[in-house]
């Protein structure tokens, strides 16, 4: 039977086969998206399933379903392992929910299985058979599909509704450092929300369940003058940067380093515990290095095959792993 000690030991031999911020570096420094690909291909990342540059993706899926398996043999926190699969579960409720209102083809957007089989997932949702979902899930489709009853629907409340089933979902099942790293998630929604919305009223349809800054708080964030919002944001106690926000939001940006920050909180979080044999802290560990590094490669790739400036590249990564 799997325990804690063989799981966080086949995490930390796992360490041995990450990518690094080196190699990382290494690619976005090649002449193009071509070397970089070999760089993959020599560090066995994703077994080398692909045969071309532009076939990245199936060795990104690959890597995906490796670690996935990995979380099947080893994971013995039932909690972290929900924290880390279902928002798979609702990004394919919300496709399944799409193709049963608005003609989309469910498989073009659908994601690897979280805790539920696609296959199940998709007969629940076209057939309103929801009783076997999680509350927040139902309680969301069940919204949806009345909304759509009664044409007051759109595929913006349909994404509104899974995402704030999600983050209620969240906020079930997280607690101790989950909760923490759910109210840097969840913060950096609301924050989003706000900055993005042209009133409060507008803003508060989207925000989540889970974070730490009072709905207040972020209230008069939302009704401060623009000459205001740096002064406010400075006075916000949070993990996340919301006065760089702000300046991006006034200069006319994306808000491309909220986001990254909140994408990278888990892993800076429990970078702390690196050298902590308690509990599942080195587990934790190599599973969020792998999340992330799997994200990397798809922003170094991405960019690569796209010209985007190196140094923006290394600008959006998350955090990572160094050797």
Known sequence: MVDSFFSNARAVSQENYLLGKDRLYRMIDCETAEEAYKILLESGFGNGTAGSCADFESLISAETQKFRSFLDETCVNGAFKSFLLIKN?????????????????????????????????K??????????????????????????????????????EIKKALYAEYK????????KILEVKADAVNVGAVLRSDNYEQAKKNFV????????????LSEAPEDQLKSLAKDIKSELDIVSAVEEVIEGKPLTELEREADGYALKYFKKFKYSADGDYPYMLYCY????????????????????????????LRETYER
């Open 172 to 179: 079930r099942i997280c607690k101790g450092d989950l909760k």
């Open 209 to 220: 369940l889970g974070g730490s800054i009072l709905e207040a708080t972020l209230k008069r």
């Open 89 to 121: 579960d609702y990004h394919n409720a919300e496709a399944f929910i799409r193709s049963k209102y608005l003609n989309v083809r469910a498989e073009d957007f659908t994601v690897q299985d979280g805790l539920i089989e696609k296959n199940v997932l």
């Open 289 to 316: 290095y792998k999340l992330n590094e799997i994200d990397n490669v798809r922003i170094i790739m991405v960019g690569l095959l796209n010209g985007i400036d190196k140094n923006e590249i290394k600008r959006r």
């Open 123 to 160: 007969e629940y949702v076209l057939s309103d058979k929801y009783d076997s979902l999680p509350k927040s899930l139902k309680a969301a489709l069940i919204n949806i599909d009345e909304a759509f009853v009664n044409g007051n629907s759109s595929g913006f409340y349909v994404s509104s």
